[in-house]
């Protein structure tokens, strides 16, 4: 997806006085993404046509810049846990959050998915790379109420049938595919009743 079709603009910390819109996203490029990779991309795209996200729930996996959390935020969602593995991750989310005056709505936490057990989010939206998607699948799904919305993206195409597979043994019902250039996004609707 060009930049320039994205339902977002994102700037960066020393343009941030030129935010001026709800959909302008303050984001501080760094090891843990920009905003311009097309798996954000297409996160993005989805969170937008998902909108608005009015008291909703929402965990951002692997939040790294903590950009959908925030984009989440600014979409209505009541509350946003954003969780990543790495503490400099997690930091970096938290300034990004308060460069755009969301923060008192983003929880950032370090962590992996075991430490949520127990807790349920209407929206789960996680763009990691390698295979924890893959492998962590029933732990992912188990994150996301019954009838609530999974949107995975980072990992290659070529890997999208497996993760297709993997939810689905979940439960989970494929929504929407998107292969942003080598990559796939999948938006997933959970089991609807209890687990």
Do not use: K
Request: glycine letters at 12%.
């Amino acid at each position: 997806m060009p930049a320039d079709a994205l339902p977002f603009r994102i700037l960066a910390p020393a343009a941030a006085a030129e935010a001026r819109g709800p959909r302008d996203l303050v984001i501080e490029a760094s090891a843990f993404g920009g905003g311009t990779h097309p798996t954000t991309a297409s996160c993005l795209a989805l969170l937008a046509s998902l909108a608005p996200l009015e008291g909703l729930r929402v965990l951002d996996l692997g939040s790294g810049s903590g950009i959908l959390g925030i984009a989440a935020a600014r979409l209505g969602a009541a509350r946003v846990v954003c969780l990543d593995v790495n503490p400099e991750a997690v930091a970096c989310a938290r300034r990004n959050a308060l460069a755009n005056g969301v923060d008192g709505a983003l929880l950032h936490r370090q962590g992996c998915p075991a430490d949520l057990a127990g807790e349920r989010f209407d929206l789960v939206v996680a763009n990691v790379g390698g295979e924890l998607l893959l492998d962590e699948a029933r732990a992912v799904a188990s994150l996301t109420r019954p009838g609530g919305r999974l949107l995975l993206s980072g990992l290659l195409c070529a890997w999208a049938d497996d993760l297709e597979a993997a939810y689905g043994a979940a439960g989970c019902r494929v929504l929407e595919r998107r292969f942003p250039d080598a990559f796939c996004t999948l938006l997933l609707s959970a089991p609807p009743g209890s687990r």
